[in-house]
């Protein structure tokens, strides 16, 4: 079955630049969705189709995917932005299912 | 503004079933448009997709679940359920309803969650 992989934890001053990273098998064919999870709370779609905001998503969060990564780059990072991130596809190659990424904590300094 | 919410039992014995059901307010179930959704999270842990189930009744479920697992839809109440049996410990989790669109497959809207705990 198909597998992504996210680092566990990436930290990351304020004000700087955050790349979260998925690695899947040829990811850059697929559509690439990114999920911001605060404690306590269900998800919150921030990325869709790798690179597209939902709406009332700050232009901050952004995405891009090639080959076998999948990134979700955050700008100008605010302590509000700590959180876990996952990334998730829909594998269509066998039994067609969803895949999530395991997370990533992202530790604002 | 669509809403999800999920309902149930909070404690489930071991190798009983577990059931939830996942009430849609602000729009409706039938639109054909969406797929709704099951998935849990483990204390601590990542996200798990459960399954999903179409209008027309057409479900897919999670390999590692599948013989466990049945997903199914009630149109007139707008809600859909889940089913899983023989439970065990490694259930207990947080369970999360959520809506993905049929055009991208992601998971726009998402219920608050309930946590399902698996004890005699």
């Known amino acids: 079955s198909y597998v992504l992989t996210q680092p566990p934890s990436v930290s990351v001053a304020p004000g700087q630049t955050a790349r979260i990273t998925c690695g899947g098998n040829n990811i850059g064919s697929k559509s690439v969705h990114w999920y911001q999870q605060k404690p306590g709370q269900a998800p919150v779609l921030v990325v869709y189709d790798d690179s597209d905001r939902p709406s009332g998503i700050p232009e901050r969060f952004s995405g891009s995917n090639s080959g076998n990564t999948a990134t979700l780059t955050i700008s100008r990072v605010e302590a509000g932005d700590e959180a876990d991130y996952y990334c998730q596809v829909w594998d269509s190659s066998s039994d067609h299912h969803v895949v999530f990424g395991g997370g990533t904590k992202l530790t604002v300094l | 503004q669509v809403q999800l919410q999920e309902s149930g039992p909070g404690l489930v014995k071991p190798s009983q079933t577990l059931s939830l059901t996942c009430t849609v307010s602000?729009?409706?179930?039938?639109?054909?448009?969406?797929?709704w959704s099951w998935i849990r999270q483990p204390a601590g842990k990542g996200l798990e997709w459960i399954g999903r189930i179409y209008t027309s009744g057409s479900t897919n479920y999670n390999p590692s679940l599948k013989s466990r697992v049945t997903i199914s839809v009630d149109t007139s109440k707008n809600q859909f359920s889940l089913k899983l049996s023989s439970v065990t410990a490694a259930d207990t989790a947080v369970y999360y309803c959520?809506?993905?669109?049929?055009?991208?497959?992601?998971?726009?809207?998402w219920g608050q969650g309930t946590l399902v705990t698996v004890s005699s």
């Open positions: 959520a809506r993905a669109s049929l055009e991208w497959l992601n998971f726009d809207y």
């Open positions: 602000g729009g409706s179930i039938s639109s054909g448009s969406y797929y």
